[in-house]
């Protein structure tokens, strides 16, 4: 690279440790990765448990993956701290609330109509409601099939957006995620300091979120959504059905015809 004259350059994105593990929880639970125990390295205990969130929690305790102090070394040593660009993940000081608006923003570009297509978010996470509902029914027998497991997920989807809005929570309380995060701080700031010349590296939002609790009074309304939209998603199907039924009954109308007039003919003789 060196002979060519290329500058090599690491674009860095750091998520608060807290919300990495909440997102990666949701990940887990939304790619049924506890049921597929060829994917990951993951405890017996989290299988065992039909992958909750206090059983996941306790697997990602001391995640050496969430010391960034120390995560940074290698790509200092091989590229340089020059070289690095470390940026915090937070789509609440993105631009545009977009990591894509923020990127090309380091490239020197800015996040138009003509880059539409990249706004479209590409991996949308369940709402804690969603996540629990399909965390159980991942623990189904039958939904070691696709088909089964992606028809849930997908109106699972199709309401989180609403039931997120309707209930604004958090998988950890305020003090809990300050305790969490407690472990990380000292390398954070060192992080912060020569990153970005500041003393912290993440933020709390002033208005703190409820902790999300199973038994919480969202939880009925998005039941009967999920019910609903599975009962409106087996209709629609059923109707297309019985449309791509009555295309072939008309094909084998026509086909019959002929065949029964030709061999009508034939017995006349």
């Known amino acids: 690279m060196q002979k060519e004259n290329y500058s090599i350059k690491l674009i860095i994105y750091l998520r608060r440790q807290d919300e990495y593990v909440t997102s990666s929880w949701n990940q887990f639970v939304k790619k049924r990765y506890f049921v597929q125990k060829s994917q990951e390295n993951i405890s017996e205990s989290f299988e065992d448990n039909g992958g909750t969130w206090e059983t996941f929690l306790k697997t990602r305790e001391m995640n050496p993956l969430l010391h960034y102090n120390k995560l940074l070394k ?3 040593t091989v590229y340089g701290k020059k070289n690095l660009l470390v940026r915090r993940y937070d789509r609440q000081r993105f631009p545009q609330h977009s990591i894509c608006a923020d990127f090309m923003q380091i490239l ?3 996040l138009t109509e003509e880059y539409r297509d990249a706004q479209t978010s590409q991996n949308p996470s369940l709402s804690p ?3 629990e509902i399909q965390r159980i029914l991942n623990t189904m027998p039958n939904q070691n099939s696709d088909d089964n497991f992606y028809f849930f997920n997908k109106i699972l989807l199709s309401f ?5 809005k309707n209930y ?3 998988m950890f309380s305020k003090e ?4 969490f995060l407690e472990p990380y701080q000292k390398g954070n700031r060192r992080v912060a300091k020569e990153y970005f010349g500041e003393e912290d590296l993440f933020y709390f939002d002033e208005e703190e979120k409820t902790k999300w609790e199973k038994d919480n009074p969202y939880m009925q309304d998005d039941l009967i959504r999920f019910v ?3 009962c409106m998603q087996i209709l629609e199907e059923n109707r297309k059905m019985q449309q791509e039924l009555q295309q072939l009954i008309k094909v084998l109308n026509k086909i019959k015809h002929p065949i029964r007039t030709m061999c009508e003919k034939m017995h006349a003789k």
Do not use: H, I, M, Q
Request: with cysteine; proline share 4%; net charge negative.
């Open 176 to 179: 809990e995620a300050k305790a």
């Open 168 to 170: 604004s929570c958090s």
């Open 74 to 76: 290698k790509p200092e």
């Open 108 to 110: 020197g570009l800015e």
């Open 129 to 131: 409601n969603a996540a």
């Open 160 to 164: 989180s957006d609403l039931s997120r």
């Open 228 to 230: 609903g939209a599975s």
